[in-house]
């Protein structure tokens, strides 16, 4: 015991990772937000939501998670969540270069197929929704609501 009476906090140390992920998340999330997102998107007059609202949306979200990975830590999310965050990236940045040469019609359901298993989904009936599903939703959202073509 020190001067205060306290014990210290057997958990603090196991608690640091996670928070610093947490940290690196949230600003992961408001560079995509405030800068990537303004710097790549223009205002559409005639798109029923603009351009730029799904991207800030999703680097709030991203922000947000950071957030409570900072307030919330576990012991063991440090770990649980650097692992998938950097095959994450390295598999944005991937997807990103390789998109330009393949297209998205057939690159996004195979890169929807290989995020899901390499995060550990190995239940058929949520692969089928994933390749299918989130695909389609994105090809809604950028060519039909916003009137965009995709690569």
Do not use: H
């Not at 007059?45 to 609202?53: F, G, H, I, K, T």
């Amino acid at each position: 015991m020190g001067k205060t009476g306290l014990k210290p906090d057997p958990n603090a140390k196991e608690l640091l990772r996670p928070r610093m992920v947490g940290a690196a998340t949230i600003a992961v999330g408001l560079v995509i937000a405030f800068l990537v997102v303004p710097s790549q998107t223009r205002e559409a007059s005639r798109a029923v939501l603009q351009p730029a609202a799904l991207p800030m949306m999703c680097g709030l979200g991203i922000a947000l998670c950071g957030l409570v990975l900072v307030f919330r830590p576990t012991p063991d999310s440090g770990e649980a969540v650097l692992s998938p965050f950097l095959r994450i990236l390295f598999f944005a940045v991937a997807v990103y270069f390789v998109t330009r040469f393949l297209g998205y019609m057939f690159l996004a359901p195979t890169m929807v197929l290989s995020l899901m298993l390499t995060m550990g989904e190995r239940r058929l009936i949520w692969l089928i929704i994933g390749v299918v599903g989130v695909p389609a939703a994105c090809w809604v959202s950028f060519a039909v609501l916003l009137g965009r073509q995709l690569p």
